[in-house]
């Protein structure tokens, strides 16, 4: 009688634990571990703008409780950092230079807040919405009725930005180029995107290079944004939404095909015959693009922990895109985008 397989799971976040609750029903012999960085169970970051209304009770994110992992036997590794993937001996190194075998290898380790190089020197002094602990330290950070200084406002960022206005906060916007990120809105429909912000009551400035990013001095606004054309923005804190970046690093020197993320099939299995990827840290190739390209949004990327755990465990089914990928006005004048959508 064979071992049970050993599946691993890097990343905490929607397509890593939707893949392990279905591996667990098609496997319920099989291991399976989830490996993260992160010092929390997983938790709903579609729900952390909530933050700004109170609700700042860590527990109060958890999606599943703790024993949710003991009665489905899911062993979650957390402050584990993967350094390495060895692909020919499927065996993963862990920081503290421990090796973990697998049988089959999900990579859902998702992205961090991608950075323009000409911002990367003001990084100490942005405030950050990545994790429980960085929106809670921008909530502390931030006074009643304070102010927000916006740089970018992807798509997540712009979620955020509503919350602050509604909680009595004031949110100034310096558009970019991967304003509205992920979604691809025509030049043209962009002066009807902002000025619908704008009659939400975010103030949106004039998309105008940033010349440089300063501390406050004594007695002054924490922050300030000095802009090409001479404006100075004053503000409590300074927080950059340009999209997101693929967590990769750990997969570099395995084999396994990477372009700006892992490429998949449409079956998300990598070049590499037992790892697969799922979420924001993948490209699946398209037949109708004819190439390979991201998807977002939390119910394409719920899909794809379930395609992922299929497959891993015999199945061949194919990804389809679950969102409609438009960004619209509502009748209320706001905005919504189909990737604020999680059910």
Known sequence: MAAPAHHIIIGNGVAGNHAASVLRARAPDDRITIITIGALLFIDRYQLPQVFRGKQDWRSYLVHPPTYYEQNCIAVRRKCRVTHVDAERRVLTLAHREEVKYDTLLIASGG????????????????SFSTFRAAMATARALPEEGTVIMLGGD?????????????????????????????????????????????AGIDVVDEVPIERIEAGEDGASAR?????????????????????????????????????????NPELRTTDPHIWAAGDVCQIWSAEDNAYRFYYGGRNVRAMGEIAACNMTGANDSFRTFVDE?????GEGKLHSSFWDYD
């Not at 990120?181 to 912000?197: G, I, Q, S, T, Y």
Request: net charge negative; aromatic share 10%.
């Open 326 to 330: 438009t960004l619209s006005v509502n």
């Open 112 to 127: 961090g807040g991608y950075l323009p190089a000409t911002l990367i020197e003001y990084r100490p002094l942005f405030h």
């Open 155 to 199: 798509i997540l960022g712009i979620d955020v930005a509503y919350n602050l206005v509604d909680t009595g906060h004031r949110v100034i916007l310096v558009p970019h180029e991967q304003s509205f990120w992920p979604h691809k809105v025509d030049p043209a429909d962009r002066p009807r995107l902002f000025e619908a912000l704008r009659g």
């Open 224 to 264: 300030r944004v000095v802009l090409a054309d001479g404006r100075e923005l004053a503000g409590d804190v300074v927080m950059p939404f340009y999209g997101l970046a693929p967590a990769l690093d750990f997969i570099a020197g395995s084999g396994v095909d990477i372009e700006r993320g892992l490429l998949v």
